[in-house]
């Protein structure tokens, strides 16, 4: 991969009536250097997410299908960076510099895939449900912190390569860059 190419970052938002925070992720993405597109894939919202994200700079598509995992699809389908970078529209919080955390360990070569979490105790969902049905099907990546969470970077190609089953073989994983 040539040096420009692995630095044509595309960032994805898939959105489901996020009109309040939206305009604050899209910004948020537009400042990570490298960014050549920050695209909202909209999840048929029903109230102003389409004209805030518009208004904020970002192109907008809408899902084939419902959920979150089709608009993740989706987005990256009609992308066009060598890296792709997944945020959810709902956090407000972000750090200023996510894009380039994020990236770097992609760009410099050390990983094919970047997973972020938070500094907060899991969920009941992810206690309950995520994590003993990652360590049963899919033990090698059970370790990872926050699995529910939506903030993600990786190659496109490595992307490409996870099926319909997750299944993440021949991708090098740098886990949990707090964010």
Same mark, same amino acid.
């Given at each position: 991969?040539?040096?420009?190419?692995? =630095?044509?970052?595309?960032? *994805?938002?898939?959105?489901?009536?996020?009109?309040?925070? !939206?305009?604050?992720?899209?910004?948020?993405?537009?400042?990570?250097?490298?960014?050549?597109?920050?695209?909202?894939?909209?999840?048929? @919202?029903?109230?102003?997410?389409?004209?805030?994200? =518009?208004?904020?700079?970002?192109?907008?598509?809408?899902?084939?299908?419902?959920? =979150?995992?089709?608009?993740?699809?989706?987005?990256?389908?009609?992308?066009?960076?060598? *890296?792709?970078?997944?945020?959810?529209?709902?956090?407000?919080?972000?750090?200023?510099?996510?894009?380039?955390?994020?990236?770097?360990? !992609?760009? /410099?070569? /050390?990983?094919?895939?970047?997973?972020?979490?938070?500094?907060?105790?899991?969920?009941?969902?992810?206690?309950?449900?995520?994590?003993?049905?990652?360590?049963?099907?899919?033990?090698?990546?059970?370790?990872?912190?926050?699995?529910?969470?939506?903030? !993600?970077?990786?190659?496109?190609?490595?992307?490409? =390569?996870?099926? @319909?089953?997750?299944?993440?073989? @021949?991708? @090098?994983?740098?886990?949990?860059?707090? !964010?």
């Amino acid at each position: 991969m040539s040096t420009a190419q692995s =630095k044509a970052i595309s960032v *994805i938002i898939p959105a489901l009536n996020e009109e309040n925070t !939206i305009g604050t992720v899209v910004n948020l993405a537009k400042q990570g250097e490298n960014v050549t597109e920050v695209i909202v894939v909209d999840d048929k @919202s029903f109230d102003n997410t389409v004209q805030c994200a =518009k208004a904020a700079g970002a192109s907008v598509i809408t899902s084939t299908r419902l959920g =979150k995992g089709a608009s993740m699809l989706d987005g990256l389908l009609v992308s066009s960076g060598d *890296i792709i970078v997944y945020l959810d529209a709902d956090v407000i919080n972000y750090r200023p510099d996510l894009i380039n955390v994020l990236t770097r360990p !992609i760009i /410099d070569d /050390d990983c094919d895939f970047v997973k972020a979490r938070f500094i907060r105790k899991a969920g009941r969902v992810t206690e309950l449900v995520a994590r003993p049905l990652l360590s049963l099907l899919f033990p090698d990546i059970s370790g990872i912190s926050q699995p529910l969470a939506g903030t !993600i970077a990786g190659r496109r190609e490595a992307f490409l =390569k996870v099926n @319909s089953r997750m299944i993440m073989e @021949s991708i @090098s994983v740098c886990l949990s860059i707090c !964010i």
